[in-house]
């Protein structure tokens, strides 16, 4: 008669069916969700594109921003600025 072995060691193939499938199920899951989002994110950023074209931007004038532009407009551009000169121009 055949010895039989009572120990067997390993997995058996229906045991690696079983886990090979749920990670499939996990990952679909997971892929689905993330396509969902990244679906969501490009419309709210298409729509926040439609909104900024269709509708120009509020811009305020005041005496700081026309002096700076006066001054940017006085001076070589192509020279390097000091930020201190910027100052003393805007506090006059």
């Given at each position: 008669?055949?010895?039989?072995?009572?120990?067997?060691?390993?997995?058996?193939?229906?045991?690696?069916?079983?886990v090979v499938a749920i990670l499939a199920v996990i990952g679909f899951?997971?892929?689905?969700?993330?396509?969902?989002?990244?679906?969501?994110?490009?419309?709210?950023?298409?729509?926040?594109?439609?909104?900024?074209?269709?509708?120009?931007?509020?811009?305020?004038?005041?005496?700081?921003?026309?002096?700076?532009?006066?001054?940017?407009?006085?001076?070589?551009?192509?020279?390097?600025?000091?930020?201190?000169?910027?100052?003393?121009?805007?506090?006059?």
């Open positions: 008669m055949r010895n039989l072995r009572t120990s067997q060691r390993g997995f058996a193939l229906i045991e690696i069916i079983l899951v997971g892929w689905s969700f993330y396509n969902s989002l990244q679906n969501q994110q490009a419309n709210d950023t298409s729509t926040t594109e439609q909104t900024s074209a269709t509708q120009p931007p509020e811009v305020e004038t005041s005496d700081d921003l026309k002096k700076a532009s006066e001054f940017i407009t006085k001076t070589d551009i192509d020279k390097q600025l000091d930020t201190s000169e910027i100052d003393s121009a805007l506090s006059e």
